[in-house]
Each structure stands twice: as C-alpha cells, then as structure tokens.
C-alpha cells in the first residue's frame, strides 16, 4: 500500500468553481499535512500547512484533515485561471524535520 | 520574503561525469534537504542534513551521491558519476528551527543526463 495517494487527475473546472483536492495516507502516525502548490516546470511553493485534524482556512484555501480516516483535503473557493497548477500533498511524521513524503499531485485547469 | 535559491537551473552532462548542484538555503535555517523529481513522476526525498550531518537518506542516496555545506551558505549535492536515469529535476529545501514550520523549496535544476 503506498504511504499517500493522490489522484492525478487531470481535474478541469470553469472559473469560479469550487475545487476539492484529495489524498489518502497509510500510516496513521503521520502529523504534519501540507499543501503545495506546483507550477510547471517549478519548484513546490507551500500554501497550507496543518497539524492535527480539522480546518484550517487562508483567503480563498480551506485545507482540511480527518485523522480517523486518514483523509487529507485542500477546498479552493472561486477558483481563478492562475489557480491552474498541480497541487500536491505531502506529510510526515513530526515538527517537518523529517522528510516529506509526497503524493503524486493532482493537475488542475481552471478555464475562463 | 526570503527564499531558497538554486544554481544552475539547466545542466546538461554527458554520462559518468560529475556534477554539483548549488544552494543557497534561507539564512536562518538549519535543517536541508534536497529531493528529486523525474519527469511525470512524484517528488522524492534524498537527503535531509542538519548540523554537518546527515540526518535521513533514502534508497536512493548511494555512493554516488554525497552532500556538503561548505560555507556558512552553500548547500550542494555532488553526484559522482552520472548515469542517464538520473535526469531529473533536483530540488533544495530548507526549514528553520521552529516546531510548526515546514520546508520551503527552491525553484529546482534541471539535471539532463546525456
């Protein structure tokens, strides 16, 4: 069983739709959930980052995790075209000393 | 805002010679890493260092590889000997020292082995 699942996608929704983004992980000792952001041929840029379960929300980003389901998910509200991106989740153990352990990112176009 | 900065962004080698690939991690951070991610396929972890140590390598992070920081700023990953399945794109990370904070990510090298 791989540690995190992601569904690649590609997922394509007009602007101003709502996006859900999703990873499952194996191991329920994971703490640390992140969401980062990856634009082509770039490097990963974080935009969320939560410990424990429930929501955390910035701006127009709602990351949210159920640890008893071991569920990880990012909401983007009123998506725009610059939100076109892969998004990719990544955990780890404790405190981010560790390494990150990523999914494999989901592909996401917002159309105008 | 303070980022982690990576040298070069393109590197073209032919196969079984070296490379260094340069970073230059926020400034108060304590804690590098470097990761890889070959062309369609997820990020992976390499090496994590942490007080002139390495602290974690992967599977992947054999003889052929080694890390060092060299100066109070650098962070370099040094492959030996090249082969072609290790084109990718190499990137650095940084953390500081805080519980809550995470790693932030330079903008990669892209590493073509030919």
């Known amino acids: 069983q791989k540690e995190v699942e992601q569904d690649p996608g590609p997922l394509s929704v007009p602007e101003g739709a709502i996006v859900s983004l999703n990873c499952t992980y194996s191991?329920?000792?994971?703490?640390?959930f992140m969401w980062y952001r990856q634009y082509s041929r770039k490097g990963p840029e974080l935009l969320m980052y939560?410990?424990?379960?429930g929501n955390k929300e910035d701006g127009r980003f709602t990351a949210q995790v159920d640890k008893s389901s071991k569920y990880i998910s990012l909401f983007i509200r009123d998506s725009q075209p610059s939100d076109s991106a892969t998004y990719l989740c990544a955990i780890n153990f404790s405190g981010g000393y560790n390494k990150l352990i990523f999914g494999a990112g989901t592909r996401l176009a917002v159309h105008p | 805002e303070p980022e982690v900065t990576q040298t070069p962004s393109h590197q073209v080698t032919q196969m079984g010679q070296e490379v260094i690939l340069r970073c230059v991690p926020i400034s108060n951070h304590l804690y590098f890493y470097w990761y890889r991610q070959i062309l369609g396929q997820k990020v992976e972890f390499l090496v994590s260092?942490?007080?002139?140590?390495?602290?974690?390598k992967s599977e992947i992070f054999d003889d052929q590889f080694s890390v060092e920081r060299p100066d109070g700023s650098n962070f370099t990953l040094k492959i030996r000997s090249t082969k072609l399945e290790d084109s990718a794109m190499y990137f650095c990370?940084?953390?500081?020292?805080?519980?809550?904070?995470?790693?932030?990510f330079g903008p990669g090298t892209r590493l073509l082995v030919l």
């Open positions: 990370a940084s953390k500081g020292t805080g519980v809550l904070e995470t790693q932030y």
């Open positions: 191991n329920s000792a994971f703490q640390y």
């Open positions: 260092f942490y007080n002139n140590e390495i602290s974690e």
């Open positions: 939560t410990y424990s379960s």
